[in-house]
């Protein structure tokens, strides 16, 4: 598997905090995204990066900003969170925005 | 786990027998598609992808078909084994090869029966 690293695995937080997920590559992938997957939905694309600093958004976006300030780590963060932000957060890396996008193993987030 | 507790069509195989994994997309200009598996815990892990000029690819136990006058994409799992019970999704690019704006389908989960 490729050495693609999610933390923390599980986070409870209230509604209105601040929370950072962060995702940890050493595959010196170039190209970086955070999904986020809810029942009845496949997995939908929240940011992506194409290089240090280069970010830009996805198509559920609000309310999440993105840093790459390293190759190897992407963070995401939620500037407050809503309960509508529950959900199972996946990073993936893939060399060129290309095939074969390599998963984390996801970090599952409660807003109560 | 990270399993998200989806309530998704079920596919139940005896061990041993072919699957048949069906995905149907939805934009008629995407160009490449992708084949995940996600067991119960983990991250989607990449199985067989295929272009659209391409309408058969196979891999190791698996093959894809691609039918593109329907907007339809199979994968064949060939003497399915325990370990194959998982859940499987397809992902189109509307953008092309070489983008990665993905539109995932929401899956199929396979059991495979001793």
């Known amino acids: 598997d490729a050495g693609i690293t999610q933390s923390p695995r599980h986070k409870v937080t209230e509604t209105g905090t601040p929370v950072t997920l962060r995702c940890h590559q050493t595959?010196?992938?170039?190209?970086m995204y955070w999904y986020r997957q809810d029942p009845g939905h496949g997995l939908r694309l929240i940011h992506y990066?194409?290089?240090?600093?280069?970010?830009d958004k996805g198509e559920v976006s609000d309310g999440y900003s993105v840093s790459r300030s390293k190759t190897e780590d992407f963070l995401l963060t939620l500037e407050s969170a809503t309960s509508s932000q529950t959900s199972v957060y996946f990073c993936?890396?893939?060399?060129?925005?290309?095939?074969?996008?390599?998963f984390g193993q996801g970090t599952r987030l409660t807003v109560v | 786990g990270e399993s998200v507790g989806l309530h998704l069509p079920t596919l139940s195989v005896q061990e041993g027998d072919n699957s048949i994994i069906n995905c149907a997309y939805s934009?008629?200009?995407?160009?490449?598609f992708i084949w995940y598996k996600q067991e119960s815990g983990k991250g989607p892990q990449f199985i067989i992808d295929?272009?659209?000029?391409?309408d058969k690819r196979q891999g190791q136990r698996v093959t894809v078909l691609l039918n593109k006058t329907v907007k339809h994409l199979s994968l064949q799992i060939a003497a399915t084994q325990p370990g194959d019970s998982a859940v499987y999704f397809c992902?189109?690019?509307?953008?092309?090869?070489?983008?990665?704006?993905?539109?995932f389908g929401t899956g199929t989960r396979l059991k495979v029966l001793a």
């Open positions: 993936a890396s893939d060399r060129d925005g290309n095939t074969e996008a390599f």
């Open positions: 990066s194409y290089g240090v600093k280069d970010t």
């Open positions: 934009n008629s200009a995407s160009d490449y």
């Open positions: 992902a189109e690019n509307p953008g092309g090869y070489g983008t990665y704006k993905y539109i």
């Open positions: 295929i272009r659209s000029n391409m």
């Open positions: 595959e010196n992938h170039r190209y």
